[in-house]
């Protein structure tokens, strides 16, 4: 799960087995990774690599300062068993209730998922990923086929956050969702091929 502490974000990782075959928690903590400014989107990035246990973390493509993080219990840390758990967005869902609220507002949430032994998005791709801070159709993007969700949650309906990655992973939100329009605006770029034709006369000199 992913929560907020204060302007800091954390990233906690859950082994059912571990190496001792006891359920293991890795924490990773990067403070002051949201900005004090509270107007202002902000693009968010969180990497694992699995070759070497620690996770990065970016804002609007910039890594953190405290990035780069091997975690607690890192070393117990080997994969994540159950498959069955619960994805949860904007807050800490136990037992029935919810703790640890994201305070703001979320847009266009990724999951990718990358092969077993490869290496998370790269800082290049992060970058791409930003795009300058414009959302795209992230389906354009160099590791689209790593994408395993996309929640734009600007078109849920009643309790339901569409799916656009294609694979169906509809969310289900605890309470009826009401659209509003965000301040600022996100702003959308759109990359598409379109027909053209070119037309002139000439007449070259030499």
């Given at each position: 799960?992913?929560?907020?502490?204060?302007?800091?974000?954390?990233?906690?990782?859950?082994d059912t087995t571990g190496t001792d075959n006891t359920s293991?928690?890795?924490?990773f903590t990067e403070t002051n990774i949201l900005s004090n400014d509270t107007g202002a989107w902000e693009h968010i990035t969180v990497t694992y690599t699995q070759s070497t246990r620690k996770v990065h973390f970016y804002r609007n493509a910039s890594v953190?300062?405290?990035s780069g993080q091997t975690g607690t219990n890192s070393g117990d840390y080997f994969e994540m068993q159950n498959t069955t758990s619960e994805f949860v967005l904007g807050s800490s869902h136990v037992g029935g209730t919810d703790s640890a609220s994201f305070r703001g507002d979320i847009s266009n949430?990724?999951?990718?998922?990358?092969?077993?032994?490869?290496?998370?998005?790269?800082?290049?791709?992060?970058?791409?990923l930003y795009n300058g801070g414009f959302i795209f159709d992230y389906k354009r993007h160099s590791k689209a086929a790593d994408i395993v969700l996309w929640w734009k949650l600007e078109d849920a309906t009643g309790t339901s956050h569409a799916d656009s990655s294609g694979l169906s992973h509809t969310g289900t939100s605890n309470t009826s969702l009401t659209q509003t329009t965000a301040s600022p605006v996100l702003q959308r770029r759109v990359y598409a091929d379109q027909p053209f034709t070119?037309?002139?006369?000439?007449?070259?000199?030499?």
């Open positions: 799960r992913l929560t907020q502490e204060g302007r800091g974000l954390k990233l906690e990782l859950r293991t928690l890795s924490a953190g300062t405290g949430l990724l999951l990718f998922k990358h092969a077993e032994l490869q290496a998370p998005l790269t800082s290049t791709q992060v970058t791409e070119v037309s002139f006369w000439a007449k070259a000199t030499n």
